[in-house]
């Protein structure tokens, strides 16, 4: 049983067309000959779809490898770019709950390229304020590079009011960036009403391959390339484009969104439904994010985020996985060592508490008999996680008792 | 059975837990996470913790088709060993953190993790031997091959963190015998250098490691009449058996080299003197602990002949021990028929006989025959 569609989702069927059928072709879209322009003209509807399920227009699609190249291409060409036009714009205002892809990035320009950081605080629900967004602007408008919050995030599913947020920031002409990444294809969502300036998505999570992705980059936007080569899309960023997985992303896209409409309160319900049972198996469980019921919108369709108090959240998922019950504890270094959570941690939890998270995202191929599964095995899987309790932390075996101190 | 393998990412605990798997049980790899900074690679015979070898278990889990996970307890390391390892330091002893990691971590946190999530034993890469005895309970015994042998490092585990360990290369012939099997079963680690060093000090270099975390000050360094004869820039990163490092200026009147004697931490004094008074022949060791059932002369407070054991690689020698207790707590009083040298507090003494390790005790004081005061003795 999969519930970690927010790592990544099975592809889908259009997508899986699309891909294949034009891995099968030859040509690089920027040649100038016949395959050459086949491949321009894949690329070029593959992109008009992109734009159309995004609410953008089709020149402001830069595609790139996926969510977190563009993360970085929107965070540091803002960055550069504003600095460059006016060399005191050196601050970044940026959410506390961000995707590593965005909050790496800022902390490398605050340690290599001179930027000050102001982290902006969230709610318990894991809501930016709104209050701290203002009064961060209102301090230093002149000195502000840009603004970045996610649109939606990865692990307690809460999602931003980015309008209230672009509209903060617009009053001081300050550039706003969005990881849109969980939200696209989730949520409808629309570039050109949003006010952003920049935009990422990501095409595996919502059905296209691994390995492509955009940044949606306003027309009237400058940006500082970070990759230098050929001059593609835009001259913003450079390198041969995949058309296979181009086309494939688009297919993905538009189903999606066609079918957002069903899709998004389907799986709400089946959300629902999940965090009931949870809630019934283990009363001990907390939901993360937006309390229970959530109100429409305002809580990603697909995302239930629990703590268990008492457990480590590794100990959950390796019986989950031994129930055959995939899970995520919500974040992962690169030795694939579990830490606290930021995101819980900027919302209030302790270091205990935040240590005890799984996270259960459901997509597009999720059932009844997933959300039922996950309920059947959670509660034995709770009580054993629970033994094994905190014994990264106070061991009961007897041992030799050596050393002096 | 269901085992835990805990797979550092070497080739012995890979080739460890392929045996598991071969004699049927159900086996799980488990990676330690231990050091907090783990996005370093590794050099060489050194360092451990990193991305390489996180992802050198990881293929080695694939290869043998049984569930990977990592497991974090770089907080517990932290205390119990690499603070534990300062501290001692600091107190002019000399610990072994890889006992201390067998101790508290391998065989304790993780072992106790292990038990409460439904495993019935933790396997290792370690070379040693767990046999029972007529009434089931379980002895620990040095390995087949004695160059590899590990048994002093496994010294301190408690009968009931033995009745739970899994030692499969416990009858390797050798080394390169377990190499020869990991290339047989395709498990790319068969040519990775063994680990030496102390795994969280990645350069190798311990004392300048140790300099960066103790509060070292200027102090006199000794000869054996109290007379100074040069200083030292402080004494708690001295070893006792020390010979390089001293810059003394000018030799010893006999012209011999002269080696570290004793640690002062109190009075940051270190003492030299010949190597020959290095030499000892009586050891004191509190904290004791028996490896598994304790023998009967334990019990009774009877000397007994054995062979003592003070550092993981050193030789064994002929030995006769007796407990006495005070107060309910034990204290282990070795004499040595030969004499030993080069024995600092802190360090582990582990008692054998033959080849079954019976119990140790950590060294609080040592006397050599031929100085008049003890020759160390705890700071």
């Known amino acids: 049983m999969y519930v970690d569609h927010a790592a990544t989702t099975p592809i889908s069927a259009p997508a899986l067309a699309a891909l294949t059928r034009e891995l099968s072709r030859s040509g690089n879209p920027s040649s100038l000959h016949g395959s050459g322009r086949r491949a321009r003209r894949s690329v070029e509807e593959a992109r008009e779809t992109i734009a159309a399920a995004a609410g953008a227009h089709a020149s402001e699609v830069v595609f790139t490898s996926g969510g977190t190249e563009a993360d970085n291409l929107a965070v540091k060409g803002l960055f550069w770019a504003r600095r460059a036009a006016d060399p005191s714009r050196t601050r970044i205002l940026c959410s506390s709950v961000e995707h590593h892809a965005v909050q790496d990035t800022v902390e490398w320009l605050e340690r290599h390229e001179g930027a000050e950081v102001v982290w902006l605080p969230v709610d318990t629900t894991g809501l930016v304020s709104l209050e701290a967004l203002r009064a961060a602007l209102a301090e230093a408008p002149d000195r502000t590079a840009l603004v970045t919050v996610m649109w939606a995030n990865n692990e307690v599913g809460t999602v931003q009011p980015v309008r209230e947020i672009t509209a903060e920031a617009a009053r001081y002409g300050v550039p706003v960036h969005s990881d849109a990444v969980q939200a696209f294809g989730s949520l409808p969502l629309s570039f050109a009403g949003s006010g952003l300036a920049t935009m990422a998505v990501s095409a595996h999570k919502i059905g296209g391959p691994v390995g492509v992705g955009a940044l949606f980059v306003g027309r009237a936007v400058t940006l500082t390339p970070v990759q230098h080569g050929g001059g593609q899309e835009r001259d913003i960023r450079s390198g041969t484009l995949d058309g296979a997985g181009i086309a494939a992303f688009a297919a993905a896209a538009g189903d999606a969104v066609a079918h957002l409409g069903d899709e998004a309160p389907r799986l709400a319900a089946l959300r629902d439904r999940l965090v009931a049972g949870i809630r019934r198996e283990v009363p001990e469980a907390v939901l993360r994010g937006v309390p229970h019921p959530a109100p429409e919108g305002a809580r990603l369709p697909g995302n239930v985020h629990f703590t268990f108090p008492g457990c480590e959240g590794d100990s959950l998922l390796f019986l989950l996985d031994l129930a055959g019950i995939e899970s995520s504890t919500g974040s992962a270094c690169t030795a694939g060592v579990p830490r606290p959570s930021h995101v819980l941690l900027a919302m209030g939890l302790t270091e205990d508490e935040a240590r005890g998270a799984q996270r259960f995202s459901l997509g597009h191929t999720s059932t009844v008999d997933d959300v039922d599964a996950v309920v059947g095995a959670i509660g034995a899987a709770y009580a054993r996680a629970r033994k094994a309790g905190m014994a990264g932390h106070a061991s009961t075996i007897q041992t030799a008792g050596t050393g002096f101190s | ?379």
């Not at chain 2, 006992?99 to 890469?125: Q, S, W, Y």
């Not at chain 2, 005895?133 to 048994?151: F, I, M, V």
Request: hydrophobic share 40%; net charge negative; glycine share 10%.
């Open chain 2, 1 to 379: 059975m269901r085992v835990l393998a805990a797979m550092s990412g070497g080739v012995d605990s890979a080739v460890a837990a392929a045996r598991a798997v071969e004699a049927g049980h159900d086996v799980v790899g488990v990676h330690l996470a231990l050091s907090r900074m783990p996005g370093t690679l590794r050099t060489g015979s050194r360092g451990c913790c990193t991305i390489e070898d996180s992802r050198d278990a990881w293929r080695a889990c694939d290869i043998l088709g049984i569930p990977y996970y990592v497991w974090d307890f770089s907080e517990r390391f932290k205390e119990d060993v690499v603070d534990d390892f300062v501290a001692e330091y600091a107190a002019g002893r000399t610990p072994n953190p890889c006992m201390r990691c067998n101790e508290r971590i391998k065989f304790a946190a993780l072992l106790e993790k292990a038990l409460a999530l439904g495993f019935d034993a933790v396997c290792t890469g370690h070379y040693a031997k767990v046999i029972e005895d007529a009434d089931g309970n379980p002895e620990l015994h040095r390995a087949a091959d004695w160059a590899k042998d590990q048994s002093y490092v496994l010294g301190v585990l408690t009968h009931e963190q033995l009745k739970h360990s899994m030692f499969p290369l416990a009858e390797t012939p050798s080394k390169a015998e377990v190499r020869a099997e990991a290339e047989r079963r395709g498990l790319s680690v068969a040519n990775k250098p063994d680990s030496h060093d102390i795994c969280f000090i990645p350069d190798g270099d311990t004392r300048g490691w140790l300099e960066e975390r103790i509060d070292m000050t200027e102090g006199d360094i000794l000869d054996v009449d109290g007379g100074k004869i040069g200083s030292h820039p402080g004494a708690n990163a001295f070893t006792v058996g020390q010979r390089r490092g001293l810059r003394l200026g000018t030799p010893a009147a006999d012209g011999k080299p002269r080696f570290v004697l004793e640690i002062r931490p109190k009075q940051n004094e270190v003492v030299v003197g010949p190597e020959h008074l290095l030499a000892i022949d009586e050891m004191r060791g509190i904290k004791v602990s028996w490896a598994g059932v304790p023998i009967d002369d334990v019990r009774t407070g009877v000397e007994f002949d054995c062979t003592a054991q003070v550092r993981a690689h050193g030789d064994p020698v002929a030995a006769r021990a007796r407990v006495e207790e005070d107060g309910g707590v034990q204290q282990l009083v070795v004499r040595l028929i030969e004499p030993m040298r080069g024995v600092a507090p802190g360090q582990t003494v582990v008692l054998y006989q033959g080849t079954r390790v019976l119990g140790q005790a950590t060294i609080d004081s040592a006397r050599s025959a031929l100085r008049p005061e003890p020759a160390v003795a705890r700071g």
